[in-house]
């Protein structure tokens, strides 16, 4: 069986060895666990105590143990402890699942565990985790490395100083220093998972995720990505920055594949134009990228900047997208003429005005200089008018005016002008007392001057009320007053001079001899109690 140049060497090297023939093995070691010699180009059996009785294996060895088999250059196997250690070109192959290569190996074949030095390779099939030194459990399929690793999974490079790979599973945790790269991420934290079969990236905390592509910023605590199909969803207040916008809130799940977002919980979005920017707040945020929209329900808030006094908007639903989309499907009235065409025109070229606000039932408006209230709103960042459906109402300081539809003009963020569709009335406090100045007509046209009102104007079976007032601002008596055109002109935002024009039909009255409720014109609702005191009243029910 050996040669005699072999059994020649060992008498002179280890005089004390006994050669014999195959001494049986270990009784203790369960059936399954045992380590099997199947190959060697060469091998000597020696024995040097009870607990040590070794097989020395080279060249091409090959061991098994139950459905695991053991490749290395050569190796020795102690038979009494059911252990093998192998140098030079390693391989584990385990039951054909998972391939571990490495130049050395230390193996405990009762508890099946292989501890793997210098350029060690795990590798499943789909992904390939290099380190220099790894321990792995065989039955339970578990590699851990502790000084520093790599998997590289198709385009996917992950490298941490501490890594956990489960065969089962196909799961990698990594932890300290964690990196992934691929052609599209960079990911950076302290934890992170990952799924070499399903590509799923998890979680579990702080954690930044860096979109090269489309220069965007992820931070996260806790949540998942799934690389393959672009699918991912965050958890415990997670944000996002990209270069036009910010978002925030305590769930999000996005799908990069079709541009569709969800936000949900105190989501807010901020954005980064100054000129033309707006932010949203809300417990639910739709977005759609490709559309360059957001559907924002549940208290929804919305704020448009402009400059000091911006302007806030809230409503049962809100709803934002490109004007220049709206109008290949909708028409848009166009109510500046110098403005609107303009974005057919320059449709290739990212403009930051090319956006409408929409927003649905529950309208109210609160700004310093004005508020409003009704069903549904209209505006436009490109021709700066709000437009305000099914009897809406604004108040501008002690002014009140409503109407079925609305108009207000916005110019250089200030109210510019104001004009009322339908049933129109314009009603006006007289400092503390409980007599109103009020205006009604067919239609009422309303101009500002820094951002105050200058002039109104009724057309259409206009009628007044008027309280006059002498130059200590005594009452002299109330006039009461039809005509075709009825101009009132204002100083401080207080009706000063009244004008009227054709068909002129009126009386004055004095203050005692008249019944100021019963003066009052027809459809006459002082309506203050409705008025938005403030933007947070506006979010009240």
Do not use: C
């Amino acid at each position: 069986m050996f040669g005699k140049k072999s059994i020649l060497f060992l008498a002179i090297i280890i005089p004390t060895i006994l050669i014999a023939q195959r001494q049986d093995v270990d009784t203790t070691v369960k059936e399954g666990t045992r380590l099997d010699f199947l190959y060697a180009e060469r091998y000597n059996l020696y024995k040097i105590d009870s607990l040590n009785d070794f097989i020395s294996l080279a060249g091409k060895v090959q061991v098994k143990q139950g459905r695991t088999i053991f490749y290395a250059d050569s190796a020795i196997l102690n038979r009494q402890l059911n252990t093998l250690e192998a140098f030079g070109n390693v391989h584990i192959n385990d039951a054909d699942s998972i391939h571990t290569y490495a130049q050395y190996l230390k193996y405990l074949g009762k508890e099946r565990k292989a501890f793997l030095k210098t350029k060690v390779k795990l590798t499943d099939g789909k992904g390939e985790l290099t380190t220099e030194a790894l321990e792995y459990d065989v039955a339970v399929k578990i590699g851990t490395y502790l000084t520093g690793g790599k998997l590289v999974n198709k385009k996917s490079t992950l490298t941490s100083v501490e890594g956990y790979y489960y065969g089962d599973t196909r799961d990698v945790i990594f932890k300290k220093k964690v990196l992934m790269i691929d052609p599209n991420n960079k990911i950076s934290g302290d934890t992170l998972q990952y799924n070499t079969g399903t590509e799923i990236t998890t979680f579990t905390s702080p954690t930044t995720i860096l979109n090269i592509k489309e220069k965007r910023t992820i931070k996260t605590k806790s949540g998942y990505y799934d690389m393959k199909n672009k699918k991912g969803e965050l958890y415990k207040r997670s944000s996002i920055d990209d270069s036009t916008y910010t978002f925030t809130a305590d769930e999000m799940a996005f799908d990069d594949s079709t541009g569709l977002s969800e936000f949900r919980g105190n989501a807010v979005y901020k954005g980064k134009d100054t000129a033309q920017g707006f932010d949203m707040i809300a417990n639910n945020i739709k977005t759609n990228k490709k559309r360059n929209s957001l559907l924002a329900t549940q208290k929804p808030l919305l704020l448009i900047k402009q400059g000091i006094d911006s302007i806030y908007i809230s409503a049962d639903t809100l709803y934002t997208a490109k004007l220049s989309d709206l109008m290949k499907s909708r028409t848009v009235p166009n109510l500046r003429d110098t403005t609107l065409p303009s974005i057919i025109k320059e449709k290739n070229k990212e403009d930051s005005s090319d956006k409408f606000f929409e927003a649905f039932y529950n309208v109210k408006i609160f700004s310093d200089s004005l508020q409003a209230i009704g069903d549904s709103l209209f505006y436009s960042l490109k021709d700066s008018v709000f437009r305000l459906f099914k009897s809406p109402i604004i108040w501008a300081q002690e002014n009140q005016i409503s109407g079925d539809t609305i108009y207000l003009y916005i110019k250089a963020k200030k109210p510019e002008r104001l004009y009322v569709f339908e049933n129109a009335m314009a009603i006006n406090k007289v400092d503390s007392s409980e007599y109103f100045n009020q205006l009604k007509g067919r239609t009422l046209n309303t101009l500002f001057i820094d951002g105050k009102i200058s002039s109104m104007r009724s057309k259409g079976n206009a009628a007044n009320i008027y309280y006059a007032t002498d130059d200590y601002k005594k009452f002299i008596g109330v006039n009461k007053s039809t005509a075709d055109v009825i101009d009132i002109f204002f100083e401080d935002s207080k009706p000063q001079k009244v004008v009227f024009l054709r068909n002129l039909e009126g009386t004055t009255y004095p203050m005692r001899q008249v019944n100021h409720t019963e003066i009052r014109l027809r459809n006459f609702k002082w309506q203050i109690d409705k008025r938005p005191k403030s933007s947070f009243d506006i979010l009240s029910n």
